[in-house]
Nanobody, 116 residues
Framework: QVQLVESGGGLVQPGGSLRLSCAAS????????MSWYRQAPGKERELVAA????????NYADSVKGRFTISRDYAKNTVYLQMNSLKPEDTAVYYC?????????WGQGTQVTVSS
């Protein structure tokens, strides 16, 4: 079955960096676009970044452009989110996502807290 396991979250000061990882299994990783979403308390889940396949074309939410980078490693079946210049408003639970046959699969999420 499809499994998405996120890791790499934590507490970081404003201006700091984190790299999130999402290990994928149970499907042909190379065949599907992958995405990162986030959900802050009291807010709806929002798309942060997505990466296509093949070719690795990326797109980002306006709020993270120039600060976040999504990438994927086909050998490790893993998608990453490098987050730089973090701001308090980036605080949220971050989720990995894959859509297969019109069904959304989610990981358990990893908490990112940006605070001094």
């Amino acid at each position: 079955q499809v499994q998405l396991v996120e890791s790499g979250g934590g507490l970081v000061q404003p201006g700091g960096s984190l790299r999130l990882s999402c290990a994928a299994s149970g499907f042909t990783f190379s065949s599907y676009p992958m995405s990162w979403y986030r959900q802050a308390p009291g807010k709806e889940r929002e798309l942060v970044a997505a990466i296509s396949t093949p070719g690795g074309r990326t797109n980002y939410a306006d709020s993270v452009k120039g600060r976040f980078t999504i990438s994927r490693d086909y050998a490790k079946n893993t998608v990453y989110l490098q987050m730089n210049s973090l701001k308090p408003e980036d605080t949220a639970v971050y989720y990995c996502n894959v859509k297969r046959y019109s069904y959304d699969y989610w990981g358990q999420g990893t908490q990112v807290t940006v605070s001094s």
